[in-house]
């Protein structure tokens, strides 16, 4: 059964940087692309940053464009997201998210429903 798990957050203050991890286990030999989302409170997940199996495609939503980074490093099933220079509006509870790197997948990769697993999430919170 495959397990994603977070971890990183916490309460730093605007302009300060985050590194967080997403730590998969029990994945079967495949291409699995990930994914991070976050959702603030009230509001709906939204798309924050994605990675190929590979690691070389990367795509970013033009809100954090410029201040996150996602990479993954596979020999320890880890795929980290970067923030720097944080905004009162990047807090959130972050996710994330693998699925199968399908044809499709490079279509719908900002879309939930290309993938299979979820991990619990890690709030983040930027003070001002």
């Known amino acids: 059964q495959v397990q994603l798990a977070e971890s990183g957050g916490g309460l730093v203050q605007a302009g300060d940087s985050l590194r967080l991890s997403c730590v998969a286990s029990g994945r079967p030999f495949s291409r699995y692309a990930t994914a991070w989302f976050r959702q603030a409170p009230g509001k709906e997940r939204q798309f924050v940053s994605a990675?190929?199996?590979?690691?070389?495609?990367?795509y970013y939503a033009d809100s954090v464009k410029g201040r996150f980074t996602i990479s993954r490093d596979d020999t320890k099933n880890t795929v980290y997201l970067q923030m720097n220079l944080l905004k009162t509006e990047d807090t959130a509870v972050y996710y994330c998210?693998?699925?199968?790197?399908?044809?499709?997948?490079?279509?719908?990769?900002?879309?939930?429903?290309?993938?299979?697993?979820w991990g619990q999430g890690t709030q983040v919170t930027v003070s001002s």
């Open positions: 990675v190929t199996w590979s690691g070389n495609t990367k």
């Open positions: 998210a693998d699925g199968r790197e399908t044809p499709d997948w490079y279509s719908y990769y900002r879309r939930e429903d290309p993938y299979e697993h």
